[in-house]
Protein backbone atom coordinates (compact mmCIF):
# COMPACT_ATOMS: atom_id res chain seq x y z
CA UNK A 1 0.00 0.00 0.00
CA UNK A 2 1.79 3.29 -0.91
CA UNK A 3 2.57 5.01 2.29
CA UNK A 4 0.68 8.98 2.15
CA UNK A 5 3.24 10.51 4.66
CA UNK A 6 6.87 9.48 6.39
CA UNK A 7 6.85 11.09 10.32
CA UNK A 8 10.67 10.90 11.41
CA UNK A 9 10.17 11.14 14.96
CA UNK A 10 7.77 10.10 17.66
CA UNK A 11 7.66 12.76 20.03
CA UNK A 12 4.29 14.88 21.20
CA UNK A 13 4.75 16.16 17.50
CA UNK A 14 4.97 13.16 15.44
CA UNK A 15 2.65 10.99 17.54
CA UNK A 16 -0.07 14.26 16.96
CA UNK A 17 0.52 14.58 13.39
CA UNK A 18 0.17 10.77 13.08
CA UNK A 19 -3.29 10.54 14.55
CA UNK A 20 -4.71 13.15 12.98
CA UNK A 21 -3.47 11.79 9.38
CA UNK A 22 -4.57 8.23 10.65
CA UNK A 23 -7.90 9.37 11.66
CA UNK A 24 -8.31 10.39 7.57
CA UNK A 25 -7.58 6.68 6.30
CA UNK A 26 -4.16 7.91 5.54
CA UNK A 27 -1.66 5.14 5.12
CA UNK A 28 1.57 6.54 7.13
CA UNK A 29 4.31 5.63 9.04
CA UNK A 30 5.89 6.78 11.88
CA UNK A 31 9.77 5.86 12.85
CA UNK A 32 12.06 6.83 16.03
CA UNK A 33 15.59 6.70 15.98
CA UNK A 34 15.44 5.50 19.47
CA UNK A 35 15.41 1.63 21.10
CA UNK A 36 12.87 2.32 23.54
CA UNK A 37 10.58 5.18 24.45
CA UNK A 38 11.35 8.23 26.45
CA UNK A 39 11.04 8.18 30.20
CA UNK A 40 10.83 11.37 31.95
CA UNK A 41 8.91 14.79 32.49
CA UNK A 42 10.64 17.05 30.31
CA UNK A 43 8.11 19.28 28.82
CA UNK A 44 5.05 18.54 31.80
CA UNK A 45 3.31 21.78 30.86
CA UNK A 46 0.10 21.46 28.65
CA UNK A 47 -0.86 24.96 27.58
CA UNK A 48 -5.04 25.45 26.84
CA UNK A 49 -4.66 25.47 23.31
CA UNK A 50 -3.36 22.26 23.32
CA UNK A 51 -6.04 20.90 25.75
CA UNK A 52 -8.30 22.05 22.87
CA UNK A 53 -6.28 20.58 20.13
CA UNK A 54 -6.12 17.43 22.63
CA UNK A 55 -10.06 17.15 22.73
CA UNK A 56 -10.45 17.45 18.65
CA UNK A 57 -8.22 14.26 18.85
CA UNK A 58 -9.81 12.32 21.17
CA UNK A 59 -7.11 11.94 24.10
CA UNK A 60 -8.10 14.67 26.67
CA UNK A 61 -10.58 13.04 29.05
CA UNK A 62 -6.99 10.50 29.68
CA UNK A 63 -4.77 13.77 29.89
CA UNK A 64 -7.17 15.09 32.30
CA UNK A 65 -7.35 11.65 34.28
CA UNK A 66 -4.23 11.51 34.24
CA UNK A 67 -2.74 14.90 34.67
CA UNK A 68 -3.51 17.75 37.37
CA UNK A 69 -3.28 21.73 37.70
CA UNK A 70 -0.07 23.43 38.37
CA UNK A 71 0.59 23.43 41.98
CA UNK A 72 1.39 26.15 44.73
CA UNK A 73 4.81 26.43 45.21
CA UNK A 74 6.10 26.77 48.78
CA UNK A 75 9.74 29.46 48.87
CA UNK A 76 12.11 29.13 51.01
CA UNK A 77 15.58 31.09 51.36
CA UNK A 78 18.24 29.99 53.69
CA UNK A 79 15.76 27.11 55.07
CA UNK A 80 12.89 29.94 56.38
CA UNK A 81 9.61 29.66 54.42
CA UNK A 82 9.05 33.06 53.17
CA UNK A 83 5.89 33.13 51.16
CA UNK A 84 3.63 30.86 48.62
CA UNK A 85 3.65 31.52 44.82
CA UNK A 86 1.19 30.16 42.00
CA UNK A 87 2.63 30.34 38.38
CA UNK A 88 -0.88 31.98 37.52
CA UNK A 89 -4.26 32.05 38.79
CA UNK A 90 -6.54 29.52 38.47
CA UNK A 91 -9.20 30.41 36.01
CA UNK A 92 -12.97 29.49 35.23
CA UNK A 93 -14.42 28.13 32.61
CA UNK A 94 -16.53 30.16 30.15
CA UNK A 95 -19.05 29.71 27.20
CA UNK A 96 -16.04 30.16 24.78
CA UNK A 97 -12.94 28.61 26.55
CA UNK A 98 -14.06 25.42 28.54
CA UNK A 99 -10.14 24.63 29.13
CA UNK A 100 -8.61 28.33 30.39
CA UNK A 101 -5.93 26.53 32.93
CA UNK A 102 -2.35 24.38 31.89
CA UNK A 103 -2.38 21.33 32.73
CA UNK A 104 0.77 19.24 34.52
CA UNK A 105 1.27 15.79 32.65
CA UNK A 106 4.65 14.28 32.18
CA UNK A 107 5.94 14.20 28.40
CA UNK A 108 6.32 10.66 28.63
CA UNK A 109 3.20 10.16 30.28
CA UNK A 110 1.58 12.62 26.91
CA UNK A 111 3.70 10.86 24.60
CA UNK A 112 1.94 6.73 26.21
CA UNK A 113 -1.69 8.40 25.75
CA UNK A 114 -0.73 9.66 22.03
CA UNK A 115 0.94 6.23 21.24
CA UNK A 116 -2.28 4.37 22.75
CA UNK A 117 -4.62 6.38 20.31
CA UNK A 118 -2.47 6.00 17.32
CA UNK A 119 -2.97 2.62 17.98
CA UNK A 120 -6.53 2.42 17.99
CA UNK A 121 -6.18 3.63 14.08
CA UNK A 122 -4.03 0.85 13.52
CA UNK A 123 -0.67 2.10 13.51
CA UNK A 124 2.35 1.55 15.70
CA UNK A 125 5.77 3.76 16.06
CA UNK A 126 8.31 1.76 14.78
CA UNK A 127 11.37 2.08 17.10
CA UNK A 128 14.84 1.52 16.16
CA UNK A 129 14.83 2.95 12.81
CA UNK A 130 16.37 5.67 11.63
CA UNK A 131 16.21 7.89 8.71
CA UNK A 132 19.55 8.39 6.80
CA UNK A 133 19.06 10.09 3.66
CA UNK A 134 16.18 10.95 1.10
CA UNK A 135 15.32 12.20 -2.00
CA UNK A 136 12.54 14.10 -2.99
CA UNK A 137 10.67 14.67 -6.60
CA UNK A 138 8.21 16.37 -7.96
CA UNK A 139 5.57 13.24 -7.27
CA UNK A 140 6.92 11.97 -3.45
CA UNK A 141 9.97 11.25 -1.66
CA UNK A 142 12.19 8.49 -1.37
CA UNK A 143 13.58 7.63 1.88
CA UNK A 144 16.34 5.21 2.90
CA UNK A 145 15.61 3.75 6.52
CA UNK A 146 18.22 1.70 8.70
CA UNK A 147 17.16 -0.86 11.54
CA UNK A 148 17.89 -3.86 13.25
CA UNK A 149 17.54 -5.79 9.90
CA UNK A 150 19.38 -3.67 7.55
CA UNK A 151 17.96 -1.23 5.25
CA UNK A 152 15.45 -0.40 3.19
CA UNK A 153 13.72 2.45 0.67
CA UNK A 154 10.32 3.54 1.01
CA UNK A 155 8.28 5.87 -1.01
CA UNK A 156 5.64 8.42 0.31
CA UNK A 157 4.21 11.19 -1.17
CA UNK A 158 5.41 13.59 1.64
CA UNK A 159 8.26 13.48 4.33
CA UNK A 160 7.85 15.30 7.84
CA UNK A 161 11.19 15.87 9.85
CA UNK A 162 9.81 15.85 13.79
CA UNK A 163 13.14 14.89 14.69
CA UNK A 164 14.39 17.43 17.38
CA UNK A 165 16.88 20.08 17.67
CA UNK A 166 19.57 17.59 15.67
CA UNK A 167 17.19 17.15 12.67
CA UNK A 168 18.66 15.03 10.39
CA UNK A 169 15.98 15.89 7.67
CA UNK A 170 16.57 19.92 8.55
CA UNK A 171 20.27 18.76 7.95
CA UNK A 172 19.76 17.26 4.80
CA UNK A 173 17.67 19.88 3.53
CA UNK A 174 20.45 22.51 4.19
CA UNK A 175 18.03 24.60 6.03
CA UNK A 176 19.98 27.31 8.58
CA UNK A 177 18.63 26.66 12.03
CA UNK A 178 19.28 30.59 13.31
CA UNK A 179 19.76 31.78 16.71
CA UNK A 180 22.10 31.27 19.44
CA UNK A 181 23.32 28.69 22.27
CA UNK A 182 24.33 30.47 25.47
CA UNK A 183 26.60 28.35 27.29
CA UNK A 184 27.20 30.25 30.14
CA UNK A 185 23.68 29.74 31.58
CA UNK A 186 23.60 25.92 32.37
CA UNK A 187 21.06 23.77 34.91
CA UNK A 188 21.04 20.38 35.66
CA UNK A 189 16.75 19.19 35.47
CA UNK A 190 15.18 15.94 35.44
CA UNK A 191 13.00 13.35 37.71
CA UNK A 192 13.67 12.30 41.49
CA UNK A 193 11.63 10.76 44.35
CA UNK A 194 12.03 12.94 47.67
CA UNK A 195 11.40 11.75 50.96
CA UNK A 196 9.97 14.20 53.27
CA UNK A 197 8.36 16.28 51.41
CA UNK A 198 4.53 16.57 51.07
CA UNK A 199 4.05 15.87 47.13
CA UNK A 200 1.24 18.29 46.90
CA UNK A 201 3.16 21.20 46.68
CA UNK A 202 5.80 22.79 44.95
CA UNK A 203 9.18 23.76 46.63
CA UNK A 204 11.75 26.16 45.89
CA UNK A 205 14.64 26.28 48.13
CA UNK A 206 16.83 29.74 47.81
CA UNK A 207 19.97 30.98 48.50
CA UNK A 208 19.90 32.86 51.65
CA UNK A 209 22.07 35.85 50.06
CA UNK A 210 20.46 34.92 46.21
CA UNK A 211 17.18 33.82 45.41
CA UNK A 212 18.05 32.90 41.41
CA UNK A 213 20.36 30.29 42.96
CA UNK A 214 19.23 27.31 44.23
CA UNK A 215 16.39 23.60 43.53
CA UNK A 216 13.18 23.70 42.29
CA UNK A 217 10.99 20.80 42.95
CA UNK A 218 7.73 20.85 40.84
CA UNK A 219 5.39 17.66 41.71
CA UNK A 220 4.65 15.40 38.91
CA UNK A 221 1.18 13.65 38.69
CA UNK A 222 1.14 9.37 38.61
CA UNK A 223 3.36 9.18 41.61
CA UNK A 224 5.64 10.84 44.20
CA UNK A 225 8.38 12.16 41.62
CA UNK A 226 9.02 15.42 41.15
CA UNK A 227 10.61 17.51 38.36
CA UNK A 228 13.63 19.16 39.85
CA UNK A 229 15.55 21.53 38.68
CA UNK A 230 19.03 23.82 39.67
CA UNK A 231 21.46 26.28 38.21
CA UNK A 232 24.90 24.83 37.49
CA UNK A 233 28.30 26.69 38.54
CA UNK A 234 31.09 23.76 37.95
CA UNK A 235 31.55 20.50 35.98
CA UNK A 236 29.42 17.99 37.94
CA UNK A 237 28.23 14.86 36.89
CA UNK A 238 24.15 14.58 37.02
CA UNK A 239 23.91 11.69 39.41
CA UNK A 240 21.76 11.52 43.38
CA UNK A 241 24.36 11.93 45.29
CA UNK A 242 25.32 15.56 43.46
CA UNK A 243 21.22 16.30 43.71
CA UNK A 244 21.28 15.50 46.93
CA UNK A 245 23.97 17.84 47.73
CA UNK A 246 22.19 20.55 46.32
CA UNK A 247 19.38 19.54 48.23
CA UNK A 248 21.12 20.11 51.40
CA UNK A 249 22.68 23.11 50.49
CA UNK A 250 19.65 25.45 49.85
CA UNK A 251 17.13 23.63 52.05
CA UNK A 252 19.29 23.88 55.17
CA UNK A 253 17.46 20.25 56.34
CA UNK A 254 19.00 17.29 56.75
CA UNK A 255 15.55 14.85 56.62
CA UNK A 256 15.00 14.98 52.61
CA UNK A 257 16.65 12.45 50.81
CA UNK A 258 16.39 11.55 47.28
CA UNK A 259 15.42 7.85 47.04
CA UNK A 260 15.54 7.85 42.98
CA UNK A 261 17.11 9.37 39.89
CA UNK A 262 14.79 8.16 36.70
CA UNK A 263 15.90 10.84 34.54
CA UNK A 264 18.63 13.89 34.16
CA UNK A 265 20.22 16.13 32.04
CA UNK A 266 22.41 19.14 31.60
CA UNK A 267 20.04 21.69 29.90
CA UNK A 268 21.32 25.38 28.58
CA UNK A 269 19.64 28.22 26.50
CA UNK A 270 19.02 27.12 23.08
CA UNK A 271 16.79 29.43 21.32
CA UNK A 272 17.09 29.08 17.37
CA UNK A 273 14.54 29.18 14.55
CA UNK A 274 14.88 27.54 11.25
CA UNK A 275 14.69 29.70 8.56
CA UNK A 276 12.45 27.73 6.35
CA UNK A 277 9.75 25.03 7.31
CA UNK A 278 9.60 23.35 4.03
CA UNK A 279 10.87 22.83 1.30
CA UNK A 280 8.47 20.94 -1.92
CA UNK A 281 7.38 17.49 -0.52
CA UNK A 282 9.48 17.70 2.95
CA UNK A 283 8.28 19.70 5.94
CA UNK A 284 9.67 20.32 9.56
CA UNK A 285 7.88 20.51 12.62
CA UNK A 286 8.31 20.87 16.52
CA UNK A 287 12.03 20.91 17.81
CA UNK A 288 13.35 19.93 14.53
CA UNK A 289 11.86 23.63 13.12
CA UNK A 290 12.31 25.52 16.25
CA UNK A 291 13.94 25.27 19.86
CA UNK A 292 13.27 26.98 22.80
CA UNK A 293 14.20 27.99 26.71
CA UNK A 294 11.95 25.91 28.52
CA UNK A 295 10.24 29.35 30.84
CA UNK A 296 7.13 29.39 29.94
CA UNK A 297 6.30 25.97 28.81
CA UNK A 298 5.92 27.01 25.07
CA UNK A 299 8.09 24.13 22.99
CA UNK A 300 6.42 20.64 23.71
CA UNK A 301 2.90 23.40 23.00
CA UNK A 302 3.76 24.81 19.52
CA UNK A 303 5.16 21.63 18.26
CA UNK A 304 1.95 20.29 18.68
CA UNK A 305 0.07 22.76 17.11
CA UNK A 306 2.43 22.59 14.19
CA UNK A 307 1.30 19.18 13.58
CA UNK A 308 -2.34 20.21 14.09
CA UNK A 309 -2.17 22.43 11.18
CA UNK A 310 -0.10 20.58 8.61
CA UNK A 311 -2.15 17.40 9.32
CA UNK A 312 -5.35 18.57 6.67
CA UNK A 313 -2.92 20.35 4.85
CA UNK A 314 -1.13 17.35 3.87
CA UNK A 315 -4.34 15.65 3.73
CA UNK A 316 -5.90 17.73 0.92
CA UNK A 317 -2.42 18.00 -0.74
CA UNK A 318 -3.21 21.52 -2.21
CA UNK A 319 0.13 23.40 -3.42
CA UNK A 320 -1.17 26.69 -2.38
CA UNK A 321 -2.57 25.33 0.52
CA UNK A 322 0.53 23.79 1.71
CA UNK A 323 2.64 26.57 0.90
CA UNK A 324 0.37 28.44 4.37
CA UNK A 325 1.77 26.23 6.77
CA UNK A 326 5.35 28.24 6.72
CA UNK A 327 3.82 31.15 6.31
CA UNK A 328 1.17 30.80 9.76
CA UNK A 329 3.72 28.65 11.96
CA UNK A 330 6.89 30.51 11.23
CA UNK A 331 5.85 33.51 12.37
CA UNK A 332 4.03 31.75 15.60
CA UNK A 333 7.11 30.01 16.27
CA UNK A 334 8.83 33.52 16.12
CA UNK A 335 6.54 35.02 18.54
CA UNK A 336 6.53 32.27 20.72
CA UNK A 337 10.66 32.42 21.14
CA UNK A 338 10.46 35.86 22.00
CA UNK A 339 7.85 34.85 25.24
CA UNK A 340 10.06 31.88 26.25
CA UNK A 341 13.60 34.51 25.98
CA UNK A 342 11.94 37.19 27.51
CA UNK A 343 10.39 34.85 30.59
CA UNK A 344 14.21 33.45 30.78
CA UNK A 345 15.72 37.12 30.96
CA UNK A 346 13.62 37.71 33.72
CA UNK A 347 14.46 34.49 36.06
CA UNK A 348 18.41 35.65 34.77
CA UNK A 349 17.88 39.17 36.21
CA UNK A 350 16.18 38.14 39.56
CA UNK A 351 12.49 39.57 38.72
CA UNK A 352 10.85 39.16 41.40
CA UNK A 353 7.85 38.02 39.41
CA UNK A 354 9.99 35.89 37.28
CA UNK A 355 7.26 33.14 37.85
CA UNK A 356 4.26 34.42 36.57
CA UNK A 357 2.96 33.32 33.52
CA UNK A 358 0.51 35.67 31.91
CA UNK A 359 -2.00 35.14 28.82
CA UNK A 360 0.40 34.74 26.20
CA UNK A 361 1.38 32.13 27.25
CA UNK A 362 -1.58 29.80 27.06
CA UNK A 363 -1.76 30.24 23.59
CA UNK A 364 -5.58 30.57 23.08
CA UNK A 365 -4.50 34.12 21.22
CA UNK A 366 -2.34 32.41 18.97
CA UNK A 367 -4.03 33.48 15.09
CA UNK A 368 -2.86 33.43 11.08
CA UNK A 369 -5.10 37.16 10.65
CA UNK A 370 -3.46 39.21 8.26
CA UNK A 371 -1.83 42.38 9.41
CA UNK A 372 -3.78 45.76 9.84
CA UNK A 373 -7.01 43.77 10.57
CA UNK A 374 -8.68 45.20 13.93
CA UNK A 375 -11.85 43.25 13.83
CA UNK A 376 -12.06 41.03 17.33
CA UNK A 377 -12.93 38.33 15.37
CA UNK A 378 -11.65 37.74 12.25
CA UNK A 379 -10.56 35.28 9.65
CA UNK A 380 -7.05 32.92 11.23
CA UNK A 381 -8.33 33.49 14.50
CA UNK A 382 -9.37 30.60 16.95
CA UNK A 383 -12.97 29.60 16.38
CA UNK A 384 -14.03 30.22 20.03
CA UNK A 385 -16.62 27.21 21.94
CA UNK A 386 -20.15 27.77 22.52
CA UNK A 387 -22.84 25.64 24.34
CA UNK A 388 -25.91 24.92 22.39
CA UNK A 389 -29.20 22.99 22.37
CA UNK A 390 -29.60 20.15 19.80
CA UNK A 391 -32.87 19.71 18.19
CA UNK A 392 -34.03 16.97 21.04
CA UNK A 393 -32.98 19.81 23.27
CA UNK A 394 -29.99 18.17 24.71
CA UNK A 395 -27.22 19.99 25.43
CA UNK A 396 -24.00 20.47 22.79
CA UNK A 397 -21.11 21.95 22.55
CA UNK A 398 -19.87 23.51 19.37
CA UNK A 399 -16.34 21.95 20.17
CA UNK A 400 -17.75 18.65 19.96
CA UNK A 401 -19.32 19.98 16.28
CA UNK A 402 -15.60 20.58 15.41
CA UNK A 403 -14.47 17.14 16.79
CA UNK A 404 -12.79 15.43 13.84
CA UNK A 405 -11.04 15.71 10.34
CA UNK A 406 -13.96 17.84 8.69
CA UNK A 407 -14.42 21.50 8.47
CA UNK A 408 -17.53 22.91 9.87
CA UNK A 409 -19.74 25.35 8.64
CA UNK A 410 -22.12 27.78 11.24
CA UNK A 411 -24.57 29.18 9.33
CA UNK A 412 -26.31 31.92 11.77
CA UNK A 413 -30.32 31.91 11.67
CA UNK A 414 -30.03 30.45 7.92
CA UNK A 415 -30.32 27.53 6.35
CA UNK A 416 -27.04 25.40 5.64
CA UNK A 417 -26.60 23.06 3.01
CA UNK A 418 -26.66 19.41 3.19
CA UNK A 419 -23.13 18.38 4.53
CA UNK A 420 -20.50 16.80 2.74
CA UNK A 421 -17.59 14.37 3.47
CA UNK A 422 -15.21 17.16 4.33
CA UNK A 423 -17.39 20.15 5.80
CA UNK A 424 -20.00 19.61 7.82
CA UNK A 425 -22.44 22.24 7.92
CA UNK A 426 -25.34 23.63 10.73
CA UNK A 427 -27.71 26.30 11.60
CA UNK A 428 -27.72 27.90 14.59
CA UNK A 429 -30.33 30.21 15.80
CA UNK A 430 -31.13 32.58 18.00
CA UNK A 431 -32.79 32.13 21.37
CA UNK A 432 -35.73 33.80 19.87
CA UNK A 433 -34.97 33.46 16.01
CA UNK A 434 -37.62 34.88 14.18
CA UNK A 435 -36.85 32.53 11.24
CA UNK A 436 -36.73 29.27 13.67
CA UNK A 437 -40.21 27.13 12.50
CA UNK A 438 -39.34 27.62 8.89
CA UNK A 439 -36.04 26.37 9.64
CA UNK A 440 -37.11 23.12 11.94
CA UNK A 441 -39.60 22.33 8.97
CA UNK A 442 -36.74 22.46 6.11
CA UNK A 443 -34.49 19.26 6.96
CA UNK A 444 -31.61 19.62 4.46
CA UNK A 445 -29.52 19.97 7.61
CA UNK A 446 -29.18 19.85 10.98
CA UNK A 447 -30.39 22.82 13.22
CA UNK A 448 -28.99 23.59 16.72
CA UNK A 449 -30.56 26.79 18.95
CA UNK A 450 -28.39 29.03 21.00
CA UNK A 451 -28.15 29.08 24.58
CA UNK A 452 -28.66 32.96 25.70
CA UNK A 453 -26.76 33.78 23.15
CA UNK A 454 -23.11 32.69 23.96
CA UNK A 455 -22.45 31.19 19.90
CA UNK A 456 -24.03 34.75 18.45
CA UNK A 457 -22.06 36.74 20.82
CA UNK A 458 -18.94 34.52 20.14
CA UNK A 459 -18.39 34.71 16.79
CA UNK A 460 -19.82 38.21 16.44
CA UNK A 461 -22.69 36.88 13.79
CA UNK A 462 -25.46 38.70 12.97
CA UNK A 463 -28.79 36.70 11.19
CA UNK A 464 -27.51 35.29 7.80
CA UNK A 465 -23.81 35.11 8.66
CA UNK A 466 -22.09 31.94 7.54
CA UNK A 467 -19.01 31.28 9.33
CA UNK A 468 -16.39 28.18 7.83
CA UNK A 469 -14.08 26.84 10.65
CA UNK A 470 -11.36 25.09 9.74
CA UNK A 471 -10.73 21.61 10.29
CA UNK A 472 -7.56 23.00 13.09
CA UNK A 473 -9.86 25.02 14.79
CA UNK A 474 -9.21 28.13 13.06
CA UNK A 475 -11.88 30.75 11.37
CA UNK A 476 -11.61 30.21 7.43
Given amino acids: MPIHT ?45 LEVFDDLGVLPAILALGSPQPVFQVFQGGSRIREIRMSDPKEPTADVPYPNPWVLGQSQTEALL ?14 TEL ?35 SIVRKELGIAFEGTTDDSVRMLLGDVQVTGLDHAYGYWFAAPDDPREGIVLSPLPGGQHFQFGTPLTGQVEPTAATLQSY ?19 VWRPNTRLAQRFAERRVFLAGDAAHVHPPAGGQGLNTGVQDAYNLGW ?66 TGDRAPDAPL ?19 TLLCFDCQAPAPTAHTHAWTILGPDSSSAEA ?3 NNAAPHLTDIDGYAFAAYDASPGDRILIRPDGHLA
Fill in 247 to 265: LDKYSGRTDLRIDELRWST
Fill in 439 to 441: VRT
Fill in 132 to 166: IGFVQDDDGVTATLAGADGSETVRAAYLVGADGAA
Fill in 389 to 407: WDSEGRPIRLFELFRGPHA
Fill in 6 to 50: LIAGAGPTGLTLAIDLARRGLAIRIVDKATEYFDGSRGDGLQPRT
Fill in 313 to 378: KLADGSRDLLDTYETERRQVAARVLGISTALLRKHTEGDEDAHRRGEETRQLDISYREPGLTARLT
Fill in 115 to 128: RHRLEEFGVRVELG
